[in-house]
C-alpha cells in the first residue's frame, strides 16, 4: 500500500503559478502511476493529469495541457503537478492518486488517495 500527502495548494490570482507536490510513503513509489484529479464545489471529481512508473509517459486533460506539467522524482517518493497561467476555472481541491496500474481518466478507477489540497485563483 502507499500513503499520499498532497501540499502546495493556496490562493493565487489569475495568471499565477502554483506547484503542488505529492509525498508518498509505504510501498516503493516507482511501483505506482500517479495522476491528479480536481473537484470543484458542486461538480463530479475531474481528471487533470498522470505519469507512468519512470516518468516517461504523461497525460493531460484537454482543459489543462500546455498549462500545466506532471512530474516525479522517484528518488524522493514525491509527485508533482506545476500549474501556470492559472484560471479562475481551475479553482478546486486537488487530489493526487495511484495505483499500480494506469487506469486512465476514471478517478472511480484509482485505489490510493490523497486528502486533497485547495487551490483558489482569483479573478
Known amino acids: 500500500q502507499v500513503q499520499l500527502v498532497e501540499s502546495g495548494g493556496g490562493l493565487v490570482q489569475a495568471g499565477g503559478s502554483l506547484r503542488l507536490s505529492c509525498a508518498a510513503s509505504?510501498?516503493?513509489?516507482?511501483?505506482?502511476?500517479m495522476a491528479w484529479f480536481r473537484q470543484a464545489p458542486g461538480k463530479e471529481r475531474e481528471f487533470v493529469a498522470a505519469?507512468?512508473?519512470?516518468?516517461?509517459?504523461?497525460y493531460y486533460a484537454d482543459s489543462v495541457k500546455g498549462r500545466c506539467t506532471i512530474s516525479r522524482d522517484n528518488a524522493k517518493n514525491t509527485g508533482y503537478l506545476q500549474m501556470n497561467s492559472l484560471k479562475p476555472e481551475d479553482t478546486a481541491v486537488y487530489y493526487c492518486?495511484?495505483?499500480?496500474?494506469?487506469?486512465?481518466?476514471?478517478?472511480?478507477?484509482?485505489?490510493?488517495w490523497g486528502q486533497g489540497t485547495q487551490v483558489t485563483v482569483s479573478s
Open positions: 509505504g510501498r516503493s513509489f516507482s511501483s505506482y502511476v
Open positions: 505519469i507512468s512508473y519512470s516518468g516517461g509517459r504523461t
Open positions: 492518486a495511484a495505483d499500480g496500474i494506469y487506469r486512465g481518466r476514471n478517478y472511480y478507477e484509482y485505489g490510493y
